[in-house]
């Protein structure tokens, strides 16, 4: 690990009046969790990507209900790691901060982070495809009240809307359709007001959401990639950190922690 490197981005991270940070899958790598284009991309035969669409759903409502349940149950026994953790303590450490992730999985709420803005939804939010009805539960199956637990849908039970009766699918947003009002508008205003740019765990191919870090270093931000390889960002950013997130990123807020 370049320690002076690290000691730098965590300069540049003190000296910065606002920061925003950018995961991707990669992130949640170190936790178990699959990433999308890497070797584990696949659910069986099927690439994730095509999994992840409208179309998909409409032809096969069932494949693809299993490929999300799946990926619910995995995150029973998962965890934040340590890169997690550190994100969140560079938001306690930085008052103005802003995590936007990629990510559906929950993670970076269960590590601690505050200000999330979750670009492509969450993986344990039901959405009706009639009359738009969402229901939030925890990866305990818990409702978001967190009372009664409620039974992760098997396989044979699609879930189906508690007001209109129609099929749920899954609160994600799939290729192909729009991401979230309320997320783009958070990540403008996290890109339009950081001088600073964490690129965490994301191969950058995917938009908008690579999108954005184009937008923050083309208005002068310093941006930082961390990644255990190459990606489509690495041109983009002023300094490339490689390794993996779960050790580069205790040690950029170790040294942070020092310096404000
Ligand atoms: C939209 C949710 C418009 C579901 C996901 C041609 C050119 C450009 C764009 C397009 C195009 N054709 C179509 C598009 C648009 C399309 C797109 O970008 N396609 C790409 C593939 C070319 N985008 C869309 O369709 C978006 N919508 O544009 O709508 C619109 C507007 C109005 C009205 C109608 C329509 C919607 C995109 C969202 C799709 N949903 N996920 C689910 O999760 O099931 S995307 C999916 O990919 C995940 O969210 C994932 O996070 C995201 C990005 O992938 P990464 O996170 O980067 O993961 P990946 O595996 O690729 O990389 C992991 C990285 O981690 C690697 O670099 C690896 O090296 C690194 N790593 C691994 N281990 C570690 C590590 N790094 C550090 N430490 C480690 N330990
Ligand atoms: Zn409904």
């Given amino acids: 690990m370049d320690v002076p490197l690290i000691i730098e981005v965590a300069r540049r991270i003190a000296e910065a009046k606002a920061v925003w940070v ?14 999308f284009r890497g070797k584990d991309g696949f659910w069986g035969e099927h690439r994730f990507e095509d999994l992840a669409t409208p179309q998909a759903f409409q032809r096969d409502p069932e494949t693809v209900w299993r490929f999300y349940l799946w990926r619910r149950r995995l995150m029973l026994d998962r965890k934040p790691n340590p890169a997690h953790y550190a994100i969140a303590e560079v938001e306690r450490l930085k008052p103005r901060f802003n995590l936007i992730t990629q990510n559906v999985d929950g993670l970076h709420r269960r590590a601690g982070s505050r200000n999330v803005a979750e670009l492509h939804g969450a993986l344990f939010t039901d959405r009706c495809t009639e009359c738009g009805l969402e229901s939030r539960f925890d990866e305990r199956g818990l409702d978001a009240e967190g009372d009664e637990p409620r039974k992760l849908p098997d396989c044979e039970s699609i879930p189906h809307c508690s007001r209109c009766s129609a099929m749920m699918r899954p609160g994600v947003v799939w290729f192909g359709e729009p991401l979230p009002m309320a997320a783009l508008s958070a990540t403008e205003r996290a890109v339009e007001s950081a001088d600073c740019c964490l690129v965490v765990g994301t191969s950058g191919v995917v938009y908008p959401a690579a999108g954005y870090v184009h937008q923050s270093t083309a208005r002068g931000a310093y941006a930082v990639e961390i990644n255990v390889e190459e990606t489509a960002l690495s041109a983009v950013v002023d300094t490339v950190l490689t390794g993996k997130a779960g050790e580069i990123l205790p040690a950029i807020a170790a040294a942070l922690k020092e310096l404000v």
């Avoid at 950018?22 to 990433?35: C, F, H, N, Y």
């Fill in 22 to 35: 950018m995961t991707g899958a990669g992130v949640s790598a170190e936790s178990g969790v699959p990433t």
